[in-house]
């Protein structure tokens, strides 16, 4: 049986890959100039591309999902790391979020959502029912008229990029399979049940 522990795992290294944890890699097609410190960041990426970057924050987890044309943010980290994620962010040049993801309804993924949206120009905001309700029918925020919900079916993000949600448990965590071409990408919104991990065990994942 394959380990799911964590709640982010990567099992194909074929992705165009950034790390961002403030000790910034030379990468190719990257451009960087000193900037207060750390580094301001241009990426050139080809129409067939995605760079992905695991943000470190010092609280939660946030993932930036870049293009050629749009960008994706995965989960927004914990309201003890907003200044954190909002630097980081700009470091990437990010003025526009076309569609954030929330995976999970813990403040370690939605902490910095009220403050993304009031930011940065935020497209759409992507979650379940439950973790919607919460948000708009317990909570009222403001905007939720960027909301929409996803089910356990098939999703296209970006048009080379495909979201499976695999399972949403009864808090309305998602666990999401990211596909680009042959490369894949598991996010746990929390644990999987053993009927998809037996079911995910038998595909052919590169580790």
């Not at 935020?122 to 960027?146: N, Q």
Request: proline residues 2%.
């Amino acid at each position: 049986m394959k380990d799911w522990g964590g709640k982010m795992k990567k099992v194909s290294y074929l992705f165009l890959l950034v790390v961002l944890c403030f000790a910034l890699f030379p990468t190719r097609n990257i451009c960087g100039a000193e900037f207060k410190g750390v580094k301001r960041i241009r990426m050139t990426i080809n129409s067939d591309e995605l760079a992905v970057t695991f943000f470190k924050l010092s609280a939660g987890e946030a993932t930036l999902i870049q293009s050629s044309d749009q960008a994706i943010l995965v989960n927004t980290g914990d309201k003890a790391s907003r200044d954190e994620l909002v630097r980081k962010l700009k470091v990437f040049n990010m003025d526009h979020i076309d569609s954030l993801i929330i995976t999970n309804g813990g403040k370690s993924y939605i902490g910095n959502l009220d403050t993304l949206v009031n930011t940065f120009d935020v497209s759409k905001i992507y979650t379940s029912a439950p973790i919607y309700h919460h948000m708009c029918e317990d909570e009222k925020r403001p905007y939720c008229f960027l909301f929409d919900v996803w089910s356990q079916d098939i999703y296209y993000p970006l048009d080379i990029l495909k979201a499976e949600v695999i399972e949403i448990d009864d808090s309305g965590n998602l666990n999401v399979l990211f596909r680009y071409g042959k490369n894949t990408l598991l996010y746990l919104g929390d644990t999987l049940s053993k009927d998809i991990q037996k079911n995910l065990s038998q595909k052919d994942f590169k580790a």
